[in-house]
């Protein structure tokens, strides 16, 4: 910070009151560089005030001239608040329309500039995020029953045809007989198995300890790797400052997992091209909602691949059960990692587009 900076030394202090709010606060020197930020804009811009102090704030961003020029006008006391919406764009990040406020702090030249900025598209978010927290409490209970109103009648169904299989066995009966009562056997062991695999999550008494996310990215990374040696980089951005947490493992793997073999599954011409891509971006936020509970800290974890996009027909329902955008597909593991991230209190949602689509799960931390 400059030594001439309006603000004092004890910036963080006097400012400390602000990291309560919600939206994202910086204040700028005379000289328009960055002499405090809030942790909702350390969350926003994605870097840390130690190392965004004395920086310019147009610098932290792709496109910084709008922020440069609403300075200058504040700088030149051509007006003292102004509000406006307008698109933030982040380096490496999707970038946020944004509602700003900027606020000259006192009417001298020498004084401070504040810049608010509010997402937008927030409530609509939050809105979101519950939707699918109670979707998830409709789709348990929906496959709960209804698999368990299929394996009754198909254990008798398959009992049923090997009873007809040994029946038919016989040279009288011909080969075309034992064929048909095959076809019934396979078709209901692998609807048993689609049944198995609904059930899945319910059976299994979950198993709570200390998790550390990196650990469980690295073996989702060693399994995707190994499933595709060539083709498919799987890039690391950690914040290794993240802490560990109360949660299931395997439960964190298997949902991690699904959302990177359904990426996978989508970058297959571009696995067979040789550019295909899949981030696992770990980060930290402060002061946010998960499912209208408020949270100091959370863990936001990114799955990014640089696929064709989510077909614009099923995004409204790519995590209800049974909804694939492949032929062939079950439908099951966006459902199950929808599952296993609501059984950690969080969230999952995305952002999809031609060339990037991104998975982003929220957890709470202690």
Request: hydrophobic share 40%; charged share 25%.
């Amino acid at each position: 910070m400059s030594p001439l900076s309006p603000v004092p030394d004890d910036a963080d202090a006097r400012y400390a009151g602000l990291d309560l709010l919600t939206s994202a606060v910086v204040i700028l020197d005379h000289d328009g560089r960055m002499a405090f930020a809030n942790t909702a804009a350390e969350t926003l811009l994605d870097f840390s005030l130690k190392t965004m102090r004395g920086q310019r704030l147009s610098s932290m961003l792709v496109d910084g001239s709008l922020i440069d020029a609403l300075f200058a006008d504040a700088r030149r006391l051509e007006y003292s608040n102004k509000r406006l919406d307008f698109q933030l764009h982040r380096p490496g990040r999707e970038s946020l329309q944004v509602h700003g406020i900027v606020t000259v702090l006192h009417d001298e030249p020498s004084t401070p500039v504040l810049f608010e900025m509010q997402e937008t598209d927030q409530q609509r978010r939050m809105d979101r995020e519950e939707r699918l927290h109670d979707q998830t409490q409709i789709n348990r209970e929906l496959i709960r029953n209804l698999a368990h109103e299929i394996k009754n009648p198909l254990g008798g169904i398959r009992g049923a045809a090997q009873l007809l299989q040994m029946e038919v066995s016989t040279p009288e009966f011909g080969s075309e007989m034992s064929e048909y009562t095959q076809v019934i056997i396979k078709e209901a062991d692998r609807l048993q198995s689609l049944v198995d695999r609904l059930l899945a999550p319910h059976r299994k008494a979950r198993i709570v300890g200390d998790v550390n996310i990196h650990e469980v990215c690295e073996r989702v990374r060693s399994v995707m790797m190994a499933e595709y040696s060539r083709g498919l980089a799987i890039v690391r951005d950690y914040d290794a400052s993240i802490p560990e947490f109360r949660g299931d493992k395997e439960q964190l793997i298997q949902a991690l997992l699904n959302i990177a073999h359904n990426a996978s599954q989508a970058l297959a011409p571009r696995i067979a091209g040789g550019d295909a891509e899949i981030v696992l971006r770990t980060r930290i936020v402060r002061q946010t909602t998960i499912a209208r509970i408020r949270h100091r800290l959370a863990l936001e974890l990114h799955v990014i691949d640089n696929g064709p996009g989510i077909d614009p027909e099923i995004r409204d329902r790519v995590f209800l059960p049974l909804v694939s955008g492949r032929e062939g597909g079950s439908g099951l593991g966006l459902t199950l990692a929808q599952t296993f991230v609501d059984e950690h209190h969080g969230t999952i949602d995305f952002d999809s587009r031609p060339g990037r689509t991104a998975f982003r799960i929220l957890l709470p931390l202690p």
